[in-house]
C-alpha cells in the first residue's frame, strides 16, 4: 500500500479554514503547515477552536539555531475534513522568544506551555499558570518559579520544605491538611506526586507534579538516526512499547514516498491489537489491586501472560518487540504459527468475556468504581482527554478512525468498532477496556486469519528522506491518542533534526487534578489509576561488589544464562 | 491442690502452644489464599534442591516473618509521642496474651472458669485493638492518622456486634463464665440461637482481624501502611504477634461460645483442629472473592448486618430466656 498524501488540501486549508498565513505547505497524508506570524497564534488558536473544533493535538517548539525557535501548534482537522492535521509554525526570535499563549483558548496547552519554556526558554506571555512542569518547583528559586504566592514574605531562611508550597497554600495549612501521594507510594507505581489537600477523607484539592524520570530519549533519537529510532521509540513506554513503535514507524514513513507490503501491515496490526489486549488486562489487574482484590489481580496478569506467550512466539521478545522497520516489518509470521495463535487467541477471548464480566459484575468492585472520579464530556474535551478515559465519558475520538497509522484499520477489510460508554466515571473506564478487549481479540483473530491463508513480502526497501521534509504520525495507544512529529535535517538525510512525542498520559495525567476534587481518599489511587498511567522502565543493570569496590555489567548472554540457572528446578 | 498446679502448668503451657497454632492458623489463610489466586505460597513441602538451602518445609513461615522483623532496625520517629509510641504494641501483645488465658482449649479450662471471665476476655480482646489505635496516633504521620481513624470507625461497629453475639449467648444460656458457656448441653433453640449469633460473631471477626473487604486501617494502596506506616523492626513484628495471638484467641473463642462442648476435653482435640481449618478456610474465602470496601460502606454494611441480626439473636436469647 502506498502512503501519499494530496496537494490540494494545502489550497483547501487555505481556502476554508485560514486564508492569512504567510506559507501553506502541504506534507503527507493530508498533513499541511500553516506559517504564521508569532503575533497571530492565540488569534489562529482562537479560531481553530471555536470555530472548526479542532482539538489541539500537541504543542512544542523547535530549536533552529541562529534562525531563531519555531513554534508549533498541531491541530487536529479530523472532524472538518478526512485525516486533516494542521501545523501551526511561527518563527520566533532567539533575543525576544515571545509569543502569546494559547493555554486561555484551549487549556490542552497548559502542560504543554510550561514543558515549552523550561526545555527551550521561549516565553509564552499570559500563562495561566507559569510554575514549573519538569523542573523542581523552587528551581532556579522559589520567588522566580512562581510557586510562592505573591506577597508571601521570603526571608531566604525557609527550609528547603518550606520553599516548595503545593496549591499555594501557607506553610502552616500545608503541616496540617496535605497529603502527598507520591513519588513513592504502593498506590502509584510511577514517579510523580499528587498533592491532595484532605478534609476528613473528603478531597478538596489537588494538584500533580510531574518530572521525575527524564530519560532524554527524544534527544537520543535525534543523533542516531531513522532506523535506530525505531528501537528507541519502543523504549519509551514497556507496556505500550507496540504502539509507540507503529506511531513512530508511521511518522518516519510520512517522511518519504512510503510504501509498505499489505502482509507487514496485518502483522503491525497484530502486534498492536495484541499489545492492547496486554495493555487492559494489566490495567483490569492493576485497579483490582488498587481496591484491593489481590485475587482479581492474579487472574488478570495470568490471563495476561498468555498474550505475552503468543506476542513472544511471533516476535521472539516479550516487552520490546523490535520488529518495526521504515517500509515494513523485519520478521515474519509463519503461517502454522498464525494457526496456532489463531485457536490460542479464540480460546483466550472466551475466557476473558466470562472472566471480565465476572470482575464488572463484582458488587463489591461496582461499589468502588462507580461515580469514582466523574468526569462529563464537556470537562474531558476541555481538559483534552484521550483514549479510553475519553471514550468512557461517551466521546466518540479513536485515532485508529479518524487518522488511522500506517497498519489495516480500514472498517472495509476489518470488521470493528469504537467502544464508547455514558457513565463518564471509573467503571465506564473499566467497561469501555473491558469491550474493547474483546474487539481487540476479533482484530487480532482476522488479522491471523490473513497471515495463515496467504504468503508475501514483508519489507519493501525505504527511500532515503529528503532533506528537511516534516511529518506527523499519530496512533492509538492502548491509553490513547499518541503524537510523533519529525523534522528531517536540513543537511544529513540520515539523521532527524528534531523529534517530539507526545503520549496519551502526558494529557491524561493534566486531568487526574479534576477528577480527584470531591472523591473520597480511599479513591484518590483508584482515579489516578483509572487513566492508566504509563509507567516509564529502563533495563540494564550494573553489578557492584562493596568488598572488593569492583563494578561489573552483564551481558545479555550472561543474563539470559544466569535467568536459566535460575529457573532450573 | 492437684487442680491448681494443673492450672498453672496449663497457663504456662497455652501462650507457646496459642503461638504454634496462631502461625499455623497464619499460614493456612495465605497458603489458601495463594492457591485460590494460582500462586504458590509458602511451600509446605519443599522442592528437593532448595531443601538444604530453605529446610524441609516453610510451614513456620509466617513465624518466620516476624522473627525477621526483630531482628531489624527500629526507627522511631522525631515528632512521635516516644513513650506512647513505644509501649503500645508491648501492651497490644500483653492484652492479647492475657485474653488467651480466659478461652479454653480441649483439655485445658486455664482461667476461662472464675466468675466474669466472658466479660474479662472480651475486655482484654478490645484492650488489646486499642493499642493498635493508640500507638498510631502517636506516631504522628498523617497515613498512621488516617489509619487510625478508620481503624476507630470500624472497632466501633465491628465491636457491636461482637458484643451483641457473646451476649446473646450469655442471656440464653444465663452465665458470665466462659467455661459453662463452653460446657453446655445443646437444644433445638439454642442451636438456632447458635447460627444467627455465630453469623453475627464470624462479621465482627472480619473487621477485627482486618479480612477484606474490611482492611481498611492499613490499606496499602491507599494510605501505605495506614496505622503501621511508622513502625519498623521490633515494634512492628510486636503488632504481629499481637495478630497472631487475636486470630488463636478469636478462632478459640467462637469455638467455645458457638461450638460447645468441643473446646472443653481432651478428647474433642481432633474436632477442635477441624472446627478452627473450617474457620480459617471461611475466612480465607470471604478475603480472596471481596475487594476492600470503602470506610463509609463497610460501616453501611455492617449497620445493614449488625442491627438485624443483633436485634434477631437478642430476641432469640430473651425468648429462650423466658420460655424455655
Known amino acids: ?569 | 491442690m492437684v487442680d491448681l498446679i494443673y492450672t498453672a502448668v496449663s497457663l504456662v503451657v497455652i501462650v507457646p502452644l496459642a503461638l504454634f497454632l496462631g502461625v499455623i492458623y497464619s499460614y493456612l489463610l495465605r497458603k489458601l489464599s495463594a492457591r485460590f489466586q494460582w500462586r504458590v505460597g509458602p511451600m509446605l513441602r519443599m522442592y528437593g534442591d532448595l531443601k538444604p538451602l530453605l529446610g524441609t518445609t516453610r510451614l513456620l513461615q509466617p513465624l518466620y516473618d516476624i522473627l525477621k522483623l526483630y531482628g531489624k532496625e527500629t526507627i522511631v520517629p522525631d515528632v512521635s509521642r516516644r513513650r506512647l509510641f513505644v509501649y503500645s504494641p508491648y501492651l497490644s501483645l500483653i492484652f492479647a496474651v492475657a485474653a488467651i488465658l480466659f478461652i479454653p482449649f480441649p483439655g485445658m479450662p486455664l482461667l476461662s472458669w472464675v466468675p466474669y471471665s466472658l466479660i474479662i476476655a472480651s475486655y482484654l480482646l478490645i484492650g488489646s485493638i486499642l493499642f493498635t489505635i493508640l500507638g498510631p496516633i502517636a506516631s504522628g504521620s498523617p497515613w498512621a492518622a488516617i489509619g487510625a481513624r478508620r481503624e476507630v470507625e470500624l472497632f466501633l461497629v465491628s465491636e457491636l456486634g461482637f458484643v451483641l453475639s457473646i451476649f446473646a449467648i450469655a442471656i440464653a444460656r444465663q452465665s458470665l463464665v466462659v467455661w459453662e458457656l463452653s460446657r453446655g448441653a445443646q437444644s433445638v433453640y439454642l442451636a438456632f440461637l447458635t447460627i444467627v449469633a455465630g453469623a453475627l460473631m464470624f462479621a465482627a471477626v472480619l473487621g477485627k482481624l482486618h479480612i477484606k473487604p474490611f482492611d481498611m486501617p492499613e490499606a496499602e494502596a491507599e494510605i501505605v501502611a495506614g496505622s503501621y506506616t511508622e513502625y519498623s523492626g521490633k515494634l512492628l513484628g510486636t503488632y504481629y504477634l499481637t495478630k497472631v495471638f487475636l486470630l488463636y484467641g478469636l478462632v478459640g473463642l467462637f469455638i467455645s461460645l458457638f461450638l460447645p462442648p468441643i473446646a472443653t476435653d481432651v478428647l474433642w482435640l481432633p474436632l477442635y483442629v477441624v472446627a478452627a481449618v473450617v474457620f480459617v478456610f471461611l475466612l480465607t474465602a470471604v478475603q480472596v472473592l471481596n475487594p476492600r470496601y470503602r470506610i463509609r460502606n463497610a460501616i453501611n454494611w455492617y449497620l445493614k448486618v449488625v442491627i438485624p441480626l443483633g436485634a434477631l439473636s437478642f430476641i432469640i436469647a430473651l425468648a429462650i430466656w423466658l420460655v424455655v
Request: charged share 25%; hydrophobic share 40%.
Open chain 1, 1 to 569: 500500500m502506498k502512503f501519499e498524501g494530496s496537494l490540494d488540501v494545502a489550497e483547501y486549508v487555505r481556502k476554508e479554514i485560514y486564508p492569512d498565513g504567510l506559507e501553506y505547505v502541504p506534507l503527507r497524508e493530508n498533513r499541511v503547515i500553516v506559517k504564521v506570524p508569532p503575533g497571530d497564534l492565540a488569534k489562529v488558536a482562537e479560531l481553530f477552536v471555536k470555530k472548526f473544533e479542532a482539538r489541539l493535538i500537541h504543542a512544542t517548539a523547535v530549536d533552529l539555531e541562529l534562525r531563531g525557535f519555531e513554534v508549533l501548534h498541531i491541530y487536529d482537522f479530523s472532524k472538518v475534513k478526512n485525516r486533516l492535521v494542521v501545523v501551526v509554525k511561527a518563527l520566533v526570535d532567539k533575543d525576544n522568544p515571545e509569543f502569546p499563549s494559547i493555554a486561555n483558548i484551549t487549556w490542552q496547552a497548559t502542560w504543554a506551555e510550561r514543558e515549552m519554556k523550561e526545555l527551550l526558554g521561549v516565553n509564552p506571555s499570559g500563562m495561566p499558570d507559569p510554575r514549573h512542569q519538569f523542573l523542581p518547583h523552587e528551581w532556579p528559586n522559589p520567588v522566580e518559579s512562581g510557586s510562592i504566592p505573591e506577597g508571601y514574605k521570603f526571608d531566604g531562611s525557609a527550609t528547603t520544605k518550606e520553599m516548595y508550597l503545593p496549591l499555594r497554600m501557607p506553610i502552616e495549612e500545608a503541616y496540617q491538611t496535605l497529603i502527598p501521594i507520591g513519588p513513592y507510594h504502593p498506590g502509584v507505581i510511577e514517579g510523580q506526586i499528587v498533592y491532595v489537600k484532605v478534609e476528613g477523607e473528603q478531597v478538596v484539592a489537588a494538584d500533580i507534579k510531574t518530572g521525575f524520570h527524564h530519560r532524554g530519549i527524544m534527544k537520543l533519537i535525534e543523533r542516531r538516526g531513522y532506523n535506530k529510532g525505531a528501537f528507541l521509540a519502543e523504549r519509551v513506554c514497556g507496556i505500550c512499547s507496540a504502539a509507540h513503535g507503529l506511531a513512530y514507524i508511521t511518522c518516519a514513513e510520512n517522511l518519504y514516498d512510503a510504501e509498505v507490503p499489505d502482509r507487514a501491515l496485518y502483522i503491525r496490526t497484530l502486534l498492536a491489537e495484541l499489545n492492547r489486549m496486554h495493555s487492559h488486562l494489566l490495567w483490569v489487574g492493576v485497579v483490582a489491586d488498587v481496591i484491593g482484590w489481590k485475587t482479581g489481580f492474579m487472574l488478570m496478569w495470568g490471563l495476561r501472560e498468555r498474550v505475552m506467550d503468543i506476542i513472544e512466539a511471533i516476535t521472539g521478545n516479550r516487552v520490546n518487540y523490535g520488529i518495526w522497520r521504515m517500509g515494513g516489518v523485519s520478521r515474519d509470521v509463519p503461517q502454522e504459527l498464525a494457526a496456532k495463535a489463531k485457536r490460542t487467541v479464540d480460546e483466550l477471548r472466551e475466557e476473558c468475556a466470562k472472566l471480565l464480566m465476572l470482575v464488572a459484575d463484582h458488587p463489591v468492585v461496582k461499589s468502588r468504581l462507580i461515580g469514582v472520579g466523574p468526569l462529563t464530556k464537556a470537562q474531558a474535551y476541555d481538559g483534552g482527554a484521550v483514549g479510553p478515559v475519553a471514550r468512557a465519558s461517551d466521546w466518540k475520538i479513536d485515532v485508529r478512525t479518524d487518522n488511522p497509522p500506517h497498519a489495516i484499520y480500514d472498517p472495509k477489510v476489518i470488521s470493528w468498532e469504537v467502544i464508547t460508554d455514558d457513565h463518564c466515571d471509573t467503571f465506564g473506564r473499566t467497561l469501555v477496556r473491558v469491550k474493547e478487549l474483546l474487539v481487540s481479540c476479533g482484530i487480532v483473530s482476522q488479522c491471523l486469519e490473513y497471515l495463515t491463508k496467504t504468503t508475501g513480502e514483508i519489507r519493501i526497501k525505504p527511500k532515503t528522506v529528503p532533506l528537511g521534509a516534516e511529518a506527523v504520525g499519530l496512533n492509538e495507544a492502548p491509553r490513547g491518542e499518541l503524537a510523533y512529529y519529525i523534522r528531517a535535517s536540513d543537511k544529513d538525510s540520515s539523521l532527524p533534526h528534531s523529534i517530539r512525542i507526545r503520549t496519551p498520559s502526558y494529557r491524561n495525567n493534566a486531568i487526574i487534578p479534576l477528577m480527584l476534587v470531591g472523591s473520597n481518599l480511599a479513591d484518590v489511587p483508584v482515579v489516578m489509576g483509572s487513566t492508566d498511567q504509563c509507567l516509564a522502565c529502563t533495563d540494564r543493570f550494573e553489578i557492584i561488589d562493596e568488598r572488593r569496590g569492583s563494578r561489573k555489567s552483564l551481558t545479555w548472554d550472561q543474563l539470559v544464562n544466569l535467568s536459566r540457572r535460575a529457573s532450573r528446578w
